[in-house]
């Protein structure tokens, strides 16, 4: 799984999200089943993009039409005009996937099922709810949040603020910066280092750190889970009556 992760945190494109493209790179040199890069990506909190058969990202609505990609499609598709994501792709086959892309849409058809697990059936635009949670101090310096508890977690795991540092691509003095703040705001130690080479050295955290960890990812949970209905009850109401049934 830590591997699986290192490769997603490589591919990820210029807005932090994993095109669509790279999570299938991913899958066939790790050898991991797409739908298990697509989860994991989820648990990290990335956004896939960049959809090759043209749902979603900044692929939507580019391609060219091919009339053998249509006659590859139209048997595929469901009374609705729907064909699955994994049928789609296992047409491009010796005409790419443009071609599928682009011939989707001129026929206005829809896919379902995406193999990285971004949908299920498609049936009218998507809205979704992203929340981000963090905790400040009375001057606004940023105490607790997703990276500081992603730092923490590396210490935990690597033995090592430098290790840490590395895996999550920071310096190593900015790393140690985030873990003082945290110990000074919070006026508890949350890392003990040892000095000397082998098992005797590295860094480790303490139950105090663990605790706030848990803390932080259970609040942050609760918020989500809160907002998403909230946010379905405002925003995601049934257009008609017919949608009810």
């Known amino acids: 799984m830590s591997d699986l992760k290192t490769f997603i945190k490589e591919y990820l494109n210029d807005e932090g999200k994993l095109d669509c493209k790279d999570a299938f790179k991913i899958s066939a040199k790790t050898k991991t089943p797409i739908k298990e890069v697509g989860d994991t990506a989820k648990q990290m909190d990335i956004r896939i993009s960049g959809c090759e058969l043209g749902q979603f990202g900044n692929l939507k609505g580019t391609g060219e039409y091919s009339s053998e990609a249509e006659n590859r499609l139209k048997p595929l598709a469901d009374a609705q005009n729907r064909v699955t994501c994994k049928d789609a792709r296992a047409q491009a086959a010796g005409i790419g996937l443009k071609a599928i892309r682009g011939t989707l849409r001129e026929n ?89 080479g082998g098992e005797q050295g590295g860094s480790t955290l303490t139950p105090r750190a663990t605790e706030f960890i848990n803390s932080y990812k259970q609040l942050q949970h609760d918020i989500e889970a809160y907002a998403n209905e909230r946010f379905k009850e405002l925003f995601l109401k049934p257009r008609n009556k017919k949608e009810f049934k």
């Open 108 to 196: 206005k058809m829809d896919v379902t099922y995406c193999e990285l697990g971004c949908f299920q059936e498609k049936k009218r635009s998507r809205l979704c709810l992203k929340t981000k949670t963090w905790i400040e101090n009375a001057e606004g310096e940023l105490l607790f949040g997703k990276g500081k508890t992603e730092v923490l977690e590396f210490i935990e795991s690597e033995g090592s603020i430098a290790k840490a540092a590395e895996k999550i691509g920071m310096n190593y003095k900015k790393a140690w910066t985030h873990v003082k703040i945290l110990q000074r705001n919070l006026d508890d130690v949350l890392v003990e280092s040892q000095k000397g």
